[in-house]
């Protein structure tokens, strides 16, 4: 069956520091992986996805991701973390027309 | 364009009572979905259309839900007596592909 295990329920970085946002999926066949963000009160925004091709993807707001098909992995990485950043990070795997989604990760960031 | 526009962006309402939200998906995205977002069971997707056509609402938690699309332009989701548990944030979405999806900002939906 199809899942997305977010193992990070939420998360505290320093403003300036990296960011590491964990995703494990599984799929039968070549995922179609996202990475969506929400603010509070706000809809799902994409911030990148990965369907196939180069393994690193660039997304909006200098955040990226990497395929991992070894470790069933999509985890999400920006190398300086601005205050804007905090919010809800949703990883997703779709194959056809259903996307199922992580449980989310909250980012919170500290001054 | 606009975006996914819902409304009302939030509902107060008696239990019992009959609720619809609403939803105008992005001109030209022939895919629409209906999630709903809780603490407890996160994002849900209660239904997708395809060309107005309900393709899979095995999301449905039940009967007094209902969902339709009369055109392209336009999809409610109508729930039908209203219950507490009923009470969370319902994002419709729209894609082109079936597999990207655009998220309207919510409707956030309190039955008291």
């Known amino acids: 069956a199809q899942s997305v295990t977010q193992p990070d329920i939420h998360i505290t970085v320093s403003e300036g520091a990296s960011l590491e946002l964990r995703c494990n999926y599984s799929y039968g066949a070549t995922p179609y992986l996202f990475w969506y963000v929400q603010s509070p009160g706000q809809g799902l925004q994409l911030l990148l996805k990965?369907?196939?091709?180069?393994?690193l993807v660039q997304g909006i707001k200098g955040f990226e991701a990497e395929f991992k098909r070894s470790q069933s992995s999509f985890n999400l990485r920006k190398p300086s973390v601005h205050w804007s950043d905090a919010a809800e990070y949703f990883c997703a795997v779709g194959g056809g027309f259903k996307t199922i989604f992580g449980a989310g990760t909250r980012l919170f960031v500290k001054a | 364009d606009a975006g996914v526009i819902q409304s009302p962006r939030h509902e107060v309402t008696e239990m019992g009572q009959e609720v619809t939200l609403r939803c105008k998906p992005i001109?030209?995205?022939?895919?629409l979905f209906w999630y709903r977002q809780t603490m407890m069971r996160g994002l849900e997707l209660l239904i997708y259309?395809?060309?107005?056509?309900?393709?899979?609402d095995s999301g449905m938690p039940e009967d007094r839900f209902s969902a339709k699309m009369p055109n392209a332009s336009f999809s409610t989701l109508k729930i039908q007596p209203s219950e507490p548990r009923d009470s969370a944030v319902y994002f419709c979405a729209s894609s082109f592909t079936g597999d990207q999806a655009f998220f309207g900002q919510g409707t956030r939906l309190t039955v008291v």
């Open positions: 001109s030209g995205h022939d895919y």
């Open positions: 259309f395809n060309n107005n056509v309900p393709i899979d």
């Open positions: 990965y369907f196939s091709g180069d393994t």
